[in-house]
């Protein structure tokens, strides 16, 4: 066989506001490209062990089990499935958009005996409708999405925790987009299991989950009688290669683990509160300009995500030429919809790094030029003047 | 909660020479550092088509299911097995190390019927045993270790494809340390399952896991009753995002990939039989060099593993204290033994970038220094002068 002529050496340079990955910092690219060290290495586990400390902080827990699987935000919600289930126990999975299905998926093949409460996508439950159905079924464990990266709405969590243990079950919380773009209190909130994904609102490449679990869930997971099904992803054995024991389990992805801890790093500098507030007044800036342009939200304003926008695309617009003419003029992405959603929506991130006055206003300048050739007709400059009056009022 | 004090932000200079991760190219560190696009921008689906052709080569198959795993190596033996088996499969797994070990172990919690056949640590199997366990089991796939990592056993494999194929079964083989650094032939050893990872030969970081399958383990694969147990790295997903519809599953994680393509691109650029001629030749050397320090491998000379030499600690030398000094004096690591050979054995890898005749001089002459603050007597530049003989025969 010939060599292959490889010619795309160079990527491009895009600005990510789509559902994630999200535009990364320069410190977190350049930890990236550190020089590697084995992986029981003093440095390396010195690494570890503040990143360990530092994701607690994000998270808010004290959870001594709080650490980066080595996979992406769906590794994540695998670990903290398959760790928790065995054969036969019983799982309510809250579904109300892509990833709540997909969490339905995965504990049925753990081997969960799965109950799924639906909701429309875009809705989120309340409190009265998760107590009657775990009064009704009894589960072990009861899974809701934080944060619904397809269709931009924010669950309620507290709440419901309450509803959730008073039934003696355990919460199991998706938080891959919410985590470090609004608030994420896993013990005032009383969470038994997180999982979280790289890309989104921590702003580094996507390649690992962080996760953390309760004593409670310690608890369950020691007196587990049957093996986790999955090696890769057992905690009892990888605890012991993050805890003080160092027991070699798989090779930690190093350098992957370099780029969180200097994510982590530049979200505890800028400081939780100032991050959220952050993530606000720009999500405010663009929901205004794009009002101006005349695209409503698909997503009712109580329970928007700040840094997810899925907003309805126009009536007689291309999906696909707008998010193409985006991107081949102006390097920008953003996501179309998911699953049902497909077609209707746009999802426009405002993550991390990627959540700034600049990127929203050349958003909306941009949209401007795409919306004008598809016919619709905008005001010239409106969304970028109704966002900077958001902007000139804080 | 105080932020963290982030003190450990320059990661130290290593020479790799442990049993993975290698050392690894700058061209490798400054792709691993490129600009983040999406996971479907165009840019990145060119990218993921190339590597799919160059791990295509470099694992010498033309099987259409070729890609990289979302994980480390681990994820790729995972992958394998959970892909292959449904729950009270039969599968014969060869132990002579921790991985086959590990192999076993994952294939149980896939619901296999595990019947395992073992050799002591350092030893490798022959055809003939292999015939008569698969006669009497009947199973529907056999796994083997291709390069064991815990001892420096390389499995010859042609001869026990032929037993495996003519009893009807699978064959499915670890190729994590074997690949890029000894000859690997998918294709014409009829393998219908392959893993590796990245971080040993082919000299990327660790991160991901390069996976093959044969169109025979396809149809296996196909026509399966029960989902694949792990959501994450179930192939009839992944492979429609790997392949033409490009459907959504995992976010990919990106910048791992850029690093892999770049590293297959070294690769190709070497060319297979050099690479493997480098990897013999600096063997050769640093064999000579240990024998002439007195040190013994653990391992027959006719299965070594030019890439992972695995050597008996002489009789007095503190373990510990050597790997100790090694790293601490002069930044090279290399590995201890694992599991029964723990504190028996040294691993010292010659893997990918770290397979050169200067890291083999300086571990010899560094090795010298260690072994003589041990006590052990020496002829002073034994070691060194015996591997610059090999050196100036070639």
């Known amino acids: 066989m010939a060599a292959v002529q490889s010619t795309t050496t160079t990527a491009p340079q895009r600005i990510l506001m789509g559902p994630g990955p999200s535009d990364v910092d320069s410190r977190v690219l350049a930890a990236l490209s550190a020089p590697i060290v084995g992986h029981l290495d003093p440095y390396f586990l010195g690494v570890m062990d503040e990143m360990q400390s530092m994701l607690r902080e994000v998270f808010r827990t004290k959870n001594e089990l709080t650490l980066a699987v080595s996979g992406t935000g769906s590794a994540g919600m695998e670990t903290c499935v398959v760790n928790l289930i065995e054969p036969g126990d019983r799982m309510v999975v809250g579904v109300n958009g892509v990833f709540g299905t997909r969490m339905a998926d995965v504990a049925a093949r753990a081997g969960a005996e799965v109950t799924t409460i639906e909701r429309p996508f875009g809705e989120v439950f309340d409190a009265d409708e998760i107590a009657e159905v775990v009064a ?229 300048a941009a949209l401007e030029r795409c919306l004008t050739d598809q016919g619709i007709s905008i005001t010239p400059g409106a969304g970028v003047a109704a966002a900077n009056g958001v902007y000139g009022a804080a």
């Open 136 to 364: 009704r079924v009894k589960p072990k464990v009861v899974g809701l999405i934080h944060a619904e990266t397809s269709t931009g709405a924010l669950q309620p969590i507290e709440e419901i925790s309450r509803v959730v243990h008073d039934a003696g079950a355990l919460l199991l919380l998706d938080t891959v987009t919410s985590l470090g773009g609004v608030p994420v209190e896993i013990d005032a909130w009383n969470v038994d299991a997180v999982y979280s994904g790289t890309q989104k609102c921590l702003s580094c490449p996507p390649g690992l989950a962080p996760v953390s679990f309760s004593a409670a869930a310690l608890e369950v997971m020691d007196a587990r009688k049957t093996k986790v099904a999955s090696w890769y992803l057992d905690m009892s054995m990888v605890r012991n290669y993050w805890g003080g024991k160092r027991a070699y389990h798989h090779t930690a992805p190093i350098n992957m683990n370099y780029a969180l801890h200097e994510a982590l790093r530049l979200v505890l500098e800028e400081g939780l509160e100032n991050r959220f507030d952050r993530h606000r007044q720009n999500h405010l800036a663009l929901c205004a300009g794009l009002e101006a342009l005349g695209i409503q939200y698909a997503v009712p304003a109580d329970h928007r995500l700040p840094q997810l926008n899925a907003v309805v695309i126009p009536a007689g617009v291309d999906d696909a030429a707008v998010r193409k003419q985006l991107l081949g003029e102006f390097g920008i992405e953003i996501g179309g919809g998911l699953g049902p959603m497909a077609g209707k929506t746009w999802r426009i991130g405002l993550m991390g790094a990627a959540s700034s006055n600049r990127n929203v206003l050349l958003l909306l």
